[in-house]
């Protein structure tokens, strides 16, 4: 089946969804495929924690009030080294959020699948990527909820599909990954009192993490233990473990009872794929996916959905499709990937150094000036250092 296309994005969680709501916005015709068949479906293993850009967009969006009013809120870092602080944003306001992937998910969603120019294919999941004569790639072919099988073409494909990429793998693009030999466990918890600051214990000398981010009327807390360590053995009584360091290490918290299961991750390396092909290239974590202690993914995954549609802006994607230029998406790829490059391989690589060097990290030489500057120098020099995690306006 042959359909009028500029664009296949693969994948409808916010890298997607932005870029679909972006592109139709230009004018181009996307179709956006996304394997879960509920409009309201989100993910489950992610923390929330978000950075003031996504604070911005969904400003920007109108949704950021209403999702506050459901349960969100504002908040900002406060990292604790050694007994010492290091505040982000650096003048304490509270810039960042805490707010469920429940709510935004679907909130983001909607945005996007109601954007005319958009056509939404829930339920379809990626079966393979179809070439020319060439070995560009010219569209996909999707298995749809009632299991028929169609083909959707289309001059360029985007694969926002997550760290674990269904594209990236009908590709053979390679991913390169930066262990750290970290999982990650989370669960709510009932808050017992109001808060604004998020706070971060970095423990045994950098191997550990504990988190405790305030969330309305729930506290979400995060923990990320070397694999080595017995509560995060495969096979180990993770609920039993969680629950009694939450009970040693945060007992000043005065946390309520748990809410719900404790949710694990094994897997929390950074990750990237250098090399995409013609046709074909990948936003958000199928791009690149930072260790999520740095709770950077849903501010990477909007700014790259952002830095593609800034590059094919130039492009007039016209009525037909099929009058679309090859030449000029080639050219506005590699304009992609040059300012991805540029605005996220920097801090990539920093906070990858973050994930693998936290001992090194923790001495006191590093952390007394560190601790120092957090709280003596004004922000707004160091916003111009900082792009990818600053909101638009400073
Ligand atoms: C434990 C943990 C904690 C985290 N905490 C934070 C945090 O505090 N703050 C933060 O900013 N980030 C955090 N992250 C990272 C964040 O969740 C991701 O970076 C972000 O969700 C990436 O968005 P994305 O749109 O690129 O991909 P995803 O959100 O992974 O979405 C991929 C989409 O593609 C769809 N899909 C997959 N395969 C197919 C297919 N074959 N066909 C069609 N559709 C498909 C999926 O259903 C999904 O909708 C955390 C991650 C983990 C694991």
Redesign the pocket.
């Given at each position: 089946m042959n359909m009028p296309f500029h664009v296949i994005i693969?994948?409808?969680?916010?890298?997607?969804c932005h870029l679909a709501k972006c592109l139709a916005q230009q004018g181009y015709l996307v179709a956006l495929?996304?394997?879960?068949a509920d409009p309201d479906a989100y993910?489950v293993?992610?923390?929330?924690?978000?950075?003031p850009n996504v604070v911005h967009t969904l400003q920007d969006y109108h949704l950021y009030d209403s999702l506050v009013e459901q349960g969100g809120q504002a908040t900002y870092l406060d990292i604790q080294v050694r007994g010492r602080h290091l505040f982000y944003p650096f003048n304490r306001q509270a810039r960042m959020a805490n707010i469920e992937r429940r709510l935004l998910d679907p909130a983001v969603r909607h945005k996007a699948i109601e954007q005319p120019g958009v056509s939404f294919f829930p339920g379809?999941?990626?079966q393979e990527l179809v070439y020319d004569a060439h070995q560009r790639v010219t569209g996909v072919e999707i298995q749809t909820q009632n299991a028929q099988t169609l083909t959707l073409h289309a001059p360029l494909t985007v694969g926002?599909?997550?760290?674990g990429s269904?594209v990236a793998a009908l590709a053979h693009l390679k991913m390169r990954t930066l262990e750290n030999g970290r999982a990650?466990y989370?669960a709510y918890y009932e808050a017992s009192q109001t808060a604004t600051a998020s706070q971060i214990w970095v423990i045994d000398k950098g191997r550990s993490y504990v988190g405790v981010f305030p969330n309305g009327p729930k506290v979400l807390v995060s923990c990320y233990l070397p694999k080595a360590h017995p509560a995060a053995a495969k096979g180990a009584d993770i609920e039993r473990h969680f629950d009694q360091m939450m009970a040693t290490t945060l007992r000043e918290q005065a946390l309520g009872p748990r809410i719900g299961n404790v949710i694990a991750?094994r897997q929390?390396s950074s990750q990237y794929r250098p090399k995409h092909r013609p046709g074909l290239t990948l936003?958000?974590?199928?791009y690149l996916?930072a260790d999520?202690l740095t709770?950077?993914?849903?501010?990477?995954?909007l700014r790259s959905a952002e830095l593609l549609a800034t590059s094919l802006g130039n492009i007039n994607p016209g009525t037909q499709p099929s009058h679309l230029s090859t030449q000029q998406i080639d050219c506005a790829l590699q304009q992609y990937r040059s300012r991805h490059a540029m605005h996220l391989w920097a801090p990539a690589y920093a906070l990858a150094f973050v994930s693998t060097h936290g001992r090194l990290l923790t001495h006191p030489l590093l952390v007394k000036p560190a601790s120092w500057l957090a709280s003596k120098v004004a922000h707004r020099p160091l916003a111009a250092w900082v792009p990818a995690y600053l909101p638009h306006d400073t």
């Open positions: 693969v994948g409808a969680s916010l890298a997607g495929v996304e394997r879960r993910k293993m992610c923390s929330h924690l978000l950075h379809a999941k990626v926002a599909d997550g760290k269904a990650a989370f991750a929390t936003v958000g974590d199928a996916s999520p709770g950077v993914g849903c501010s990477w995954a």
